[in-house]
């Protein structure tokens, strides 16, 4: 399997603009997690799906934020309009969870957002 | 609320030391530990995972150990190696969802 495949690697945009960032997770896994890394706050998590279904986005910063997952093999988090605040290296990460599994976790590249 | 802990920071030590990183957490309800490894522009990598039930796990030179009564984990690098250099994260598995909580990470640097 290839991995946690996030796209695109690097974005640098203006102010206002509209901002998709995209994620595979990994064949068969059905959990997928949306993390926020910056030097100040480290790793946050926005948001995370189950079996396509958002369990929890209390993480997610304000309604400029969104994300969707309309099948298990496609996920994005979108910021419209964005912010300088935003510019933070963004990970999409796939677990397979059930009551019986380890849940161990696999983190994509990450998608490096710089918002001037 | 559930705070993972990693101290120091930073950590410097010479190629072939013995060293031991802590990650420490206040809520005993846990469903695993895991670590990660973070190079830098990198992702994470998933080093070793311990369930709630296991007490450690090893990896060739790694191995972390997990105490949920003191609410303690260790990740333990035997004959430390340059390429070792890197930022080492715990995070912790709750009971639902598989949501995990990161401590702050420990960056690691191992010199010739």
């Known amino acids: 399997d290839a991995g946690v495949i996030q796209s695109p690697r690097h974005e640098v945009t203006e102010m206002g603009q509209e901002v998709t960032l995209r994620c595979k997770p990994i064949s068969g896994h059905n959990s997928l997690f949306w993390y926020r890394q910056t030097m100040m706050r480290g790793l946050e998590l926005l948001i995370y799906?189950?079996?396509?279904?958002?369990?929890?986005d209390s993480g997610m910063p304000e309604d400029r934020f969104s994300a969707k997952m309309p099948n298990a093999s496609f996920s994005t988090l979108k910021i419209q309009p964005s912010e300088p605040r935003d510019s933070a290296v963004y990970f999409c990460a796939s677990s397979h969870w059930t009551s019986g599994s380890t849940g161990e976790l696999f983190f994509g590249e990450g998608s490096r957002l710089t918002v001037l | 609320k559930q705070e993972v802990t990693q101290i120091p920071a930073a950590l410097s030590v010479p190629e072939g030391e013995n060293l031991v990183l802590n990650c420490s957490f206040t809520d005993s309800a846990i469903y695993n530990l895991q670590w990660f490894r973070q190079d830098p522009g990198k992702g994470l990598t998933s080093l070793l995972l311990?369930?709630?039930?296991?007490r450690e796990q090893t990896s060739g030179r790694l191995n972390a150990s997990l105490d949920k009564s003191s609410g303690r984990s260790t990740l333990y690098i035997a004959a430390s190696q340059p390429g070792d250099s890197a930022t080492y994260l715990c995070?912790?598995?709750?009971?639902?969802?598989?949501?995990?909580?990161f401590g702050q990470g420990t960056e690691l640097s191992v010199k010739p």
């Open positions: 311990i369930q709630s039930s296991q």
């Open positions: 799906f189950n079996n396509n279904v958002p369990i929890d």
């Open positions: 995070a912790l598995g709750r009971n639902q969802g598989g949501k995990l909580i």
